[in-house]
């Protein structure tokens, strides 16, 4: 969970209660799966969610971690991480009790940390005071510092290569691209593979089909 006890959400902290309910009570960052036929179906089961309806015509306003607030209804044997050295986030840091530094190691109480979630790690923003104020707060900086400069050392120049995005010759996927894929049933049927450039394949239907919003055509 996101957040693991009343007094980590005071009644004026709307902000933080709404951010929860909107996101979503669970963190789709950290998950573990066994292999059985219960894991199966939740997959497939949120993958179709995820993929026909969280880009339907209901889709506004929803979020794919959202889902998970079901699962615990939906499906048997699912444990929930209780444990506060897990899945300490911008989200619920103060309340975990982070402390220490990578020389040292870092701790939430007695255990050691496990897992931190970096979710929007360029627009978190812990004040100095806060910093001076909380060793949650100071600690929890040093790791954002750390994971933005490792961030933006891979991201200099050329983005690092991503299998999924560009097609099996090389060329770039533009995000009107998947969302057309995603929206037309018959593209689905016609191209079950859309990365693959064989003819025929996705990428000659946009070469030779596809007019792109801004004029430009694929390829």
């Given at each position: 969970?996101q957040v693991?006890?009343?007094e980590?959400?005071?009644?004026?902290?709307?902000?933080?209660q709404?951010?929860?309910?909107?996101?979503?009570?669970?963190s789709?960052g950290f998950?573990?799966l066994?292999?059985?036929?219960?894991?199966l179906?939740f997959?497939?089961?949120?993958?179709?969610?995820?993929l026909?309806i969280q880009?339907?015509p209901?889709?506004?306003n929803?979020f794919?971690t959202?889902?998970?607030?079901l699962?615990?209804?939906?499906?048997?044997d699912?444990r929930?991480e209780?444990?506060p050295n897990?899945?300490v986030?911008?989200?619920n840091?103060?309340?975990?009790?982070?402390s220490?530094n990578f020389d040292?190691?870092?701790?939430?109480?007695?255990?050691?940390?496990?897992?931190?979630d970096f979710?929007?790690?360029?627009?978190?923003?812990?004040?100095t005071t806060?910093?001076?104020?909380?060793?949650?707060?100071?600690?929890?900086q040093?790791?954002l510092?750390w994971y933005?400069?490792?961030?933006?050392?891979?991201?200099?120049?050329?983005?690092p290569?991503?299998?999924?995005n560009?097609f099996?010759?090389?060329?770039?996927?533009?995000?009107?691209?998947r969302?057309?894929?995603r929206?037309r049933?018959d593209?689905?049927q016609?191209?079950?593979d859309p990365?693959?450039?064989?003819d025929?394949s996705?990428l000659?239907w946009?070469?030779?089909e596809f007019?792109?919003?801004?004029?430009?055509?694929?390829?």
């Amino acid at each position: 969970p996101q957040v693991l006890t009343p007094e980590s959400m005071p009644d004026e902290d709307l902000a933080l209660q709404i951010d929860v309910l909107r996101h979503g009570v669970f963190s789709g960052g950290f998950m573990g799966l066994t292999p059985s036929a219960q894991a199966l179906k939740f997959v497939e089961w949120w993958r179709c969610r995820l993929l026909e309806i969280q880009y339907g015509p209901h889709a506004e306003n929803l979020f794919d971690t959202q889902w998970l607030d079901l699962v615990p209804s939906l499906f048997e044997d699912v444990r929930i991480e209780h444990r506060p050295n897990y899945n300490v986030s911008p989200l619920n840091y103060l309340e975990r009790s982070l402390s220490g530094n990578f020389d040292e190691g870092f701790s939430v109480g007695s255990e050691l940390l496990i897992h931190a979630d970096f979710r929007h790690p360029f627009s978190t923003k812990i004040s100095t005071t806060e910093q001076a104020q909380n060793r949650s707060s100071l600690a929890f900086q040093v790791l954002l510092n750390w994971y933005r400069s490792r961030t933006q050392e891979n991201t200099t120049g050329c983005l690092p290569h991503w299998a999924m995005n560009c097609f099996t010759d090389g060329t770039s996927i533009r995000e009107e691209y998947r969302s057309l894929y995603r929206t037309r049933k018959d593209l689905q049927q016609a191209f079950p593979d859309p990365f693959c450039t064989d003819d025929p394949s996705y990428l000659r239907w946009l070469q030779t089909e596809f007019q792109s919003v801004d004029g430009n055509i694929v390829g």
